[in-house]
């Protein structure tokens, strides 16, 4: 048996091709253009490309991008000083500050500075609360892009057996919460889970973001899953030349993709859902401030 590939990058074009329309809507109805604000602190080489990306596809999309590039030793004052403004500039809809943020800030002061309404992350303590509370929120871009994939392959996963391993505040929490809103079986498993293997066996959805390179084996995976691959790690390949590297999951794709029923790629899986659901949060954020 061989999976069907899920194919993320398509998906997330369709996303963004969907958030262009509704710019484009917003302009001509309402004769306003949504304004993203990302805040980049320090010159973290990932960081900087995450960034750029995300300026990229906001124009993309026909809508502001607003950046601001601090340096470094740029104190935790100076940032909240800087979200507060942007909390209070009206041209500013959504915000998102980069993670990680340099070690002598606490991300957790910063990010519960930035307004919840304009919090396009989903990462403050009170969208966090109306998750899991069931309330409407803007959800974390990550987890809300993994379960729009898991659509594209299974429409109702009510009764499903979800298995999320990995409980980051950025992907495991948050997508633990919306395969519980889809009526999914859900358990969180992580570095404590015991007999963790037999815990993925049972899972008919299971979702791997613990940021270890093909920790998942394929003999994990119960035939015919849908198996959503978070992870995105860079491991040397020597195979491809001295100093060379690649990308992987945190799942064995080709073992995996010999018994899943689905499986998302790496790359091409999740990771484009995750800026196409940026887009899709600032538009949301943007609407609902004017209350359309
Ligand atoms: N760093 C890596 N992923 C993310 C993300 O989704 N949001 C923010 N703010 N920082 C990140």
Known sequence: ??????????????????????????EKDHGFTP?????????DPASQVYVRNKGIATREAGMRSIEHKLPADTSQDEVIALVRRLNG????????????LPGHIDANVVINEIDPDKDVDGLTEVNAGRLVLGKDALVPCTPQGS????????????????????????????????????NCTVTTAHSRTKDLEEVCRGADILCAAVGRPEMVKGDWIKPGA?????????????????GKS??????????????????TPVPGGVGPMTIA????NTLTAAKRRRGL
């Open 1 to 26: 048996m061989s999976a069907r590939i899920i194919d993320g990058k398509a998906v997330a074009k369709s996303v963004r091709e969907d958030v262009a329309a509704g710019v484009a809507a917003l």
């Open 35 to 43: 304004g993203l604000a990302v805040v980049l602190v320090g010159e």
């Open 89 to 100: 500039d009206d041209e500013v809809d959504g915000i998102l500050v980069q993670l990680p």
């Open 147 to 182: 379960i729009l994939l898991i659509k594209t392959v299974m429409e109702d996963m009510s009764g499903a057996n979800a298995v999320v391993l990995g409980r980051s505040i950025l992907v495991g929490k948050p997508l633990a919460s919306l395969l519980l809103a889809e």
């Open 226 to 242: 849908v198996v959503i691959d978070v992870g995105i790690n860079r491991v040397d390949a020597p195979e491809k030349g001295e």
């Open 246 to 263: 690649r990308l992987v999951g945190d799942v064995d794709y080709d073992a995996a993709s010999a018994v899943a029923g689905a499986i």
């Open 277 to 280: 659901c940026l887009l899709k």
